[in-house]
Each structure stands twice: as C-alpha cells, then as structure tokens.
Nanobody, 116 residues
Framework: QVKLVESGGGLVQPGGSLKLSCAVSGSGLMFSIRSMAWYRQAPGKQRELVAGITRTGGTNYSDSVKGRFTISRYNAENSLFLWMDSLIPEDTAVYYC????????WGQGTQVTVSS
C-alpha cells in the first residue's frame, strides 16, 4: 500500500518562502518511474495541480505559480519537494503530493497559510 506523507507547511508572511516535502513509502521502484506532482486545495475550491515533474526531471507549472515555485525529486529516497518563493495570500491552501494522475491514495496534506 502506497503511503504519501506531506510536511513543511506553516504560516508565512506575504513574500516569504517555504519548502514542502513528500515522503513516499510502499511504492517500491514505482516512484522512480512515475511522473509526480504537487496539488493544492483552497477552501471552497477544487483541488488543482500546481507543479509536475517527470521521472527524468522535466517540469511543468500552472500559470499561477510559474516563476515562484520549483518542484524537484530525489528518487534514491522516494522524495518529492516543492520550493515556494514570493508567496502571496492566494497560495493559501492544503498542499498534497501524488502521481501526475492522482491515482495513489491521498495523504493528509500540509497546510500553507500566507498572511500578514
């Protein structure tokens, strides 16, 4: 059974930075060959994909975070990361990691709150 555990969220002022981490267990070698992604869900809104990364490191970003967020992965430790810079209040949401298809069981997510 695949398990996803997100961490690193918190309260940050506008313009600040955070680094999110995702630990993947139970996937065996599958993590290293799957395209992965970070998603977020703000209150009252649908979950959206904000950043994706292929197994070879190719990346893509939603327009709302492009130039501010950076996704990376470390296959040797089944880990996924999201560096978030120049945070704005609209980035406030619960952040989740999953495959680019969202077909693994969802973790609990990590709350990011951007507020002064």
């Amino acid at each position: 059974q695949v398990k996803l555990v997100e961490s690193g969220g918190g309260l940050v002022q506008p313009g600040g930075s955070l680094k999110l981490s995702c630990a993947v267990s139970g996937s065996g070698l599958m993590f290293s060959i799957r395209s992965m992604a970070w998603y977020r869900q703000a209150p009252g809104k649908q979950r959206e994909l904000v950043a994706g990364i292929t197994r070879t490191g190719g990346t893509n970003y939603s327009d709302s975070v492009k130039g501010r967020f950076t996704i990376s992965r470390y296959n040797a430790e089944n880990s996924l990361f999201l560096w978030m810079d120049s945070l704005i209040p609209e980035d406030t949401a619960v952040y989740y990691c999953n495959t680019n298809n969202g077909d693994w069981p969802w973790g609990q997510g990590t709350q990011v709150t951007v507020s002064s």
